[in-house]
């Protein structure tokens, strides 16, 4: 029974994801989708509870292989400087591509849609958050950072990677910092902020 749910599950992102392409987030409806599909829009409600949920659904799959690297990168006994480098690499290379950009973008132009831009968040950003709040976490229980608040700790760090590259590019600049140079600078700060001696 779960392979023919995750097959009617793919099906419908695949359809989905046809008509986001066709006509974007905006011009796109449930039952544009379900006429697609093939099925009713009751079949399509019973996976997906809105459109903004199947948007935030169809634009995190696209990604979970590459999400899901950089999350397990985490998952090392390596020093944590280490760690953190070999994540910023992921997290720099996975934010800055031209997809993740594009649903940004799309997000942002919906802004007045607050429930899509609460699953696109909650699907993406919020993963990654919760991964390094938690690889900190550790870190810290084992004496290896002086870190008073984990999630404190993955937001500062989430913005030194991201402190010049991330928003340039969201607006269209190109080349704008070195991606390497970059996490160095940034792992390298978080580390004397909060390494211990």
Do not use: C, W
């Amino acid at each position: 029974m779960r392979a023919k749910t995750d097959e009617k599950r793919n099906a419908i992102i695949a359809a989905a994801t046809a008509v986001f392409e066709e006509v974007g987030y905006r011009g796109a409806s449930m039952a544009m989708i379900s006429s697609r599909l093939g099925g009713s829009k009751a079949t399509l409600y019973g996976y997906f509870h809105s459109k903004e949920q199947l948007f935030a659904t169809v634009v995190t799959s696209a990604l979970d292989e590459t999400g899901e690297e950089m999350l397990a990168s985490l998952a090392s006994d390596d020093d944590i400087a280490t760690a953190l480098t070999r994540f910023g690499r992921l997290y720099l290379d996975l934010v800055t591509r031209q997809e993740i950009l594009a649903i940004q973008r799309t997000v942002l132009s919906e802004s007045q849609n607050t429930a899509l831009g609460r699953e696109v968040y909650k699907l993406g950003p919020q993963r990654g958050i919760d991964a390094i709040t938690h690889f900190l976490a550790e870190r810290a229980a084992k004496g290896e950072i002086d870190l008073p608040s984990p999630e404190l700790g993955a937001l500062y760090l989430k913005s030194l990677l991201e402190a010049g590259i991330a928003e340039p590019l969201l607006y269209g600049l190109d080349g704008v910092r070195d991606k390497a140079e970059a996490v160095e600078t940034a792992v390298a700060a978080f580390m004397k902020i909060y390494g211990r001696p």
